[in-house]
């Protein structure tokens, strides 16, 4: 069973940058699609961004489009998001999971592995 950890969340004033981290263990990274989630209190967890296993291909939120990246590090065995520009309404615990579809997916039904998520907090 995969195991996916997120790490980097923290507090930023607005406009400035910060970068998350999935490890994975048990399973190499690259075998996976993976993808970044994020919930707000009281409200549902939306999809942020996706990349798939094979060829790499990227999906953003239309919220986040020209501000986040994400890329794959197989070394690390890690996926990074890159959060630049950061606006008080990207506060939320942000997760990391994992799928074995091939395709670009964006529902967390399509998610199997979880990692716990980790808090960013955008000061305005």
């Known amino acids: 069973q995969v195991q996916l950890q997120a790490s980097g969340g923290g507090l930023v004033q607005a406009g400035h940058s910060l970068r998350l981290s999935c490890a994975a263990s048990r399973r190499t990274v690259s075998t996976l699609t993976v993808g970044w989630f994020r919930q707000a209190p009281g409200k549902e967890r939306e999809f942020v961004t996706t990349?798939?296993?094979?060829?790499?291909?990227?999906s953003y939120a239309g919220s986040v489009k020209g501000r986040f990246t994400i890329s794959r590090d197989r070394s690390e065995n890690t996926v990074y998001l890159q959060m630049n520009a950061l606006k008080a309404e990207d506060s939320a615990v942000y997760y990391c999971?994992?799928?074995?579809?091939?395709?670009?997916?964006?529902?967390?039904?399509?998610?199997?592995?979880w990692g716990q998520g980790t808090l960013v907090t955008v000061s305005s």
């Open positions: 999971a994992g799928s074995s579809s091939w395709e670009i997916v964006t529902t967390t039904s399509d998610y199997h592995f």
């Open positions: 990349i798939t296993r094979g060829t790499d291909r990227t």
